[in-house]
């Protein structure tokens, strides 16, 4: 590793480390033997980068993220139409990355960037894809995978094994059951499970533990059964939904999303 990451104010960096001089190390980061920082790499202060870790170039990654050995951060897409045009990957802060967890970069047709946001659990042999979008407080289980252009917002939790097909959206406290095969659109609050996924109720014991009081809950589980029990065509469903919305906000997040779905919804 060059001089420029090994002073006092740069943590430790173990002699094995092959740092790119063009790369911007934050304050108190510590990277550990053997791992790879490539050129056009930024890492934030306090983070934490074990053995083996593989960081391409483009990659921007915030303050205070612990990546564990063997995981890949930032490499080329797994895309075809991909011949080297420049793209990004940024991760914010305060993530846990286990091991042999694979962020790809973006692609041009994509925007040209992959997003990860904030304080999220990403396990061992998690796959996020280019071009996705990851929220806030999501918890990725083992072996998670989300295919390209994948959208997940904030307070997810997806079982282990999950597999989210292109271009779908899963929705804000979502909560896939372990194998899970998504191949629509997730609203937020519905907890889904099999092959292919299909709903199950509303996470209902995710939200308490986020704070939500027995009425929202209550507003949302009646959102629910409007759009999945009430055997009301879809075009019905959104125009009840809309008059409960007035005064609920909880439901005027599920009806936002049902409107900006672009692969229809899992039924």
Same mark, same amino acid.
């Given at each position: 590793?060059?001089? +420029?990451?090994?002073?006092?104010?740069?943590?430790?960096?173990?002699?094995?480390?092959?740092?790119?001089?063009? $790369?911007?190390?934050?304050?108190?980061?510590? =990277?550990?033997?053997?791992?790879?920082?490539?050129?056009?790499?930024?890492?934030?202060?306090?983070? /934490?980068?074990?053995?083996?870790?593989?960081?391409?170039?483009?990659?921007?990654?915030?303050?205070?993220?612990?990546? &564990?050995?063997?995981?890949? @951060?930032?490499?080329?897409?797994?895309?075809?139409?991909?011949?080297?045009?420049?793209?990004?990957?940024?991760?914010?802060?305060?993530?846990? =990355?286990?091991?042999?967890?694979?962020?790809?970069?973006?692609?041009?047709?994509?925007?040209? +960037?992959? !997003? @990860?946001?904030?304080?999220? &659990?990403?396990?061992?042999?998690?796959? @996020?894809?280019?071009?996705?979008?990851?929220?806030?407080?999501?918890?990725?289980?083992? $072996?998670?995978?989300?295919?390209?252009?994948?959208?997940?917002?904030? &307070?997810?939790?997806?079982?282990?094994?999950? +597999?989210?097909?292109?271009?779908?959206?899963?929705?804000?406290?979502?909560?896939?059951?372990?194998?899970?095969?998504?191949?629509?659109?997730?609203?937020?609050?519905?907890?889904?499970?099999?092959?292919?996924?299909?709903?199950?109720?509303?996470?209902?014991?995710?939200?308490?533990?986020?704070?939500? /009081?027995?009425?929202?809950?209550?507003?949302?589980?009646?959102?629910?059964?409007?759009?999945?029990?009430?055997?009301?065509?879809?075009?019905?469903?959104?125009?009840?939904?809309?008059?409960?919305?007035?005064?609920?906000?909880?439901?005027?997040?599920?009806?936002?999303?049902?409107?900006?779905?672009? !692969?229809?919804?899992?039924?």
């Amino acid at each position: 590793a060059p001089d +420029l990451v090994r002073s006092e104010e740069h943590g430790m960096i173990h002699p094995t480390a092959l740092v790119d001089p063009g $790369a911007r190390i934050g304050s108190n980061v510590s =990277i550990g033997p053997f791992s790879i920082i490539e050129a056009d790499v930024e890492v934030g202060d306090g983070t /934490s980068i074990g053995s083996h870790v593989v960081i391409g170039s483009n990659t921007r990654i915030g303050r205070d993220n612990r990546i &564990w050995q063997f995981a890949s @951060i930032g490499a080329a897409p797994q895309d075809k139409k991909f011949h080297g045009e420049r793209s990004r990957l940024e991760i914010g802060d305060r993530n846990v =990355i286990r091991e042999f967890v694979t962020f790809n970069r973006g692609t041009e047709d994509g925007g040209g +960037l992959t !997003r @990860i946001g904030n304080d999220n &659990w990403l396990m061992a042999y998690v796959h @996020i894809a280019h071009d996705c979008t990851v929220g806030n407080n999501t918890i990725f289980s083992n $072996a998670a995978s989300l295919a390209g252009h994948v959208s997940v917002d904030d &307070w997810v939790i997806l079982g282990g094994f999950t +597999l989210v097909h292109q271009f779908c959206q899963v929705g804000s406290h979502a909560f896939t059951a372990m194998g899970a095969i998504i191949n629509r659109d997730v609203p937020p609050y519905v907890t889904v499970a099999g092959s292919f996924a299909e709903p199950k109720g509303i996470n209902s014991e995710g939200l308490r533990r986020r704070g939500y /009081s027995n009425d929202r809950i209550m507003a949302i589980k009646r959102a629910y059964r409007t759009l999945y029990t009430s055997g009301l065509p879809l075009a019905e469903a959104r125009s009840e939904l809309a008059r409960a919305a007035e005064g609920a906000p909880d439901v005027k997040l599920l009806l936002d999303f049902i409107e900006r779905s672009q !692969r229809s919804l899992v039924r």
